[in-house]
């Protein structure tokens, strides 16, 4: 239930450490903004990378829920913190309501699992440390 415990996940996190140091903040830009400015339905893959984009922002901010040692990318732990954009912080903001909005593959495949609110509670920590900026 993690932002990463899935391999599209894991896949874009892969992407985030093989990016150039100076590029990391517009791979996350991108991943943020591909769900924050999607109109219509969202896709799963947009969705997904979104949380876990928006989760690397959350934990770069004071308080901020730590990044999974296992799952998450490496960078943060190896390169030292990123250089996150303050305007980054709205922005996973906007993206992660879209995701668990009703219009959402994402939210869709946990609703028919039966751990949407589950799912919710746990990442609950990535919101507040993002709304508390």
Same mark, same amino acid.
């Given at each position: ?5 899935? $391999?599209?996940?894991? $896949?874009?996190?892969?992407? /985030?450490?093989?990016?150039?140091? +100076?590029?990391?903040?517009?791979? !996350?830009?991108?991943? !943020? ?8 339905? /969202? ?7 979104? =949380?876990?984009?928006?989760? =690397? ?12 040692? *296992?799952? +998450? ?9 990123? $250089?996150?954009?303050?305007? /980054?912080?709205?922005? +996973?903001?906007?993206?992660? $309501?879209?995701? *668990?909005?009703?219009? +959402? #593959?994402?939210?869709? /495949? ?8 589950? &799912? =919710?509670?746990? &990442?609950?920590? =990535?919101?507040?440390?993002? #709304?508390?900026?």
């Amino acid at each position: 239930m993690g932002p990463f415990d899935d $391999d599209t996940a894991c $896949d874009w996190g892969y992407d /985030l450490d093989e990016a150039i140091p +100076s590029e990391r903040s517009a791979v !996350l830009r991108e991943a !943020l903004a591909a769900a924050a400015d999607a109109t219509g339905y /969202l896709p799963y893959v947009e969705g997904t990378q979104a =949380i876990a984009a928006a989760a =690397i922002v959350a934990a770069h901010q004071p308080g901020g829920p730590a990044l999974d040692a *296992v799952y +998450s990318p490496d960078c943060p732990r190896t390169d030292g913190p990123l $250089d996150i954009p303050t305007d /980054l912080i709205g922005l +996973s903001l906007r993206a992660f $309501d879209r995701v *668990v909005a009703e219009d +959402s #593959h994402w939210r869709e /495949l946990w609703e028919e699992a039966g751990r949407f609110d589950e &799912l =919710i509670a746990a &990442l609950a920590p =990535i919101r507040t440390a993002l #709304h508390g900026c």
